[in-house]
T-cell receptor, first 115, second 111 residues
Framework: AQSVTQLDSHVSVSEGTPVLLRCNYSSSYSPSLFWYVQHPNKGLQLLLKYTSAATLVKGINGFEAEFKKSETSFHLTKPSAHMSDAAEYFC?????????????FGQGTILTVHP | EAQVTQNPRYLITVTGKKLTVTCSQN?????MSWYRQDPGLGLRQIYYSMNVEVTDKGDVPEGYKVSRKEKRNFPLILESPSPNQTSLYFCASSSIAAEYYFGPGTRLTVL
């Protein structure tokens, strides 16, 4: 069984300040973890992925995430928010192996960026 | 260009009228899957497929059918749609241990 919990449904930051979106997961096997972003009325775009290589993963647009097995966390960070970062973010878990096709999404975190 | 396509993009139908939403990918991916997105519930997996003729239920399979007769196609079938299936639907594909590519979405309204 696998599950994902995004700890904040809404996060609000000012432009130029750091962003932290929190994600905890549970998985019976070695997980693959992803962060996707969805801008209003758009599809899903991959920000970054962890698949058992380096624990600190760098993604697009200055985002990065750190896989912490002991804490079962995969938090998403960005040093300085931009207005264009305003969107909904999803943490996603899958298992490497025969059940790789089964994806579980978190509930999503809506990021608001104030000028 | 690598992509996942879905058709139609928008559909309004009535209760009980069978419909099919098509999904196709051009990346020779083994894995394909369907999701529905509802406000406050995020995305939930309906069905997934590990390869041709191999499918399995996701978290919310009731009222849906799928088939995987060709590697590139994975249609979603609603044999008797009901209003609670009004939602935004996404198809996705992937090769193992790689990222998932998502289609643009199909907005379905069942009256």
């Amino acid at each position: 069984a696998q599950s994902v919990t995004q700890l904040d449904s809404h996060v609000s930051v000012s432009e130029g300040t750091p962003v932290l979106l929190r994600c905890n997961y549970s998985s019976s096997y070695s997980p693959s973890l992803f962060w996707y972003v969805q801008h209003p009325n758009k599809g899903l775009q991959l920000l970054l992925k962890y698949t058992s290589a380096a624990t600190l993963v760098k993604g697009i647009n200055g985002f990065e995430a750190e896989f912490k097995k002991s804490e079962t966390s995969f938090h998403l960070t960005k040093p300085s928010a931009h207005m264009s970062d305003a969107a909904e973010y999803f943490c996603v878990v899958s298992n490497v192996g025969t059940s790789y096709g089964k994806l579980t999404f978190g509930q999503g975190t809506i990021l608001t960026v104030h000028p | 260009e690598a992509q996942v396509t879905q058709n139609p993009r928008y559909l309004i139908t009535v209760t009980g009228k069978k419909l099919t939403v098509t999904c196709s990918q051009n990346m020779n991916h083994e894995y394909m899957s369907w999701y529905r997105q509802d406000p406050g519930l995020g995305l939930r997996q309906i069905y997934y497929s590990m390869n041709v003729e191999v499918t399995d239920k996701g978290d919310v399979p009731e009222g849906y059918k799928v088939s995987r007769k060709e590697k590139r196609n994975f249609p979603l079938i609603l044999e008797s749609p009901s209003p609670n299936q009004t939602s935004l639907y996404f198809c996705a594909s992937s090769s193992i241990a790689a990222e998932y590519y998502f289609g643009p979405g199909t907005r379905l309204t069942v009256l």
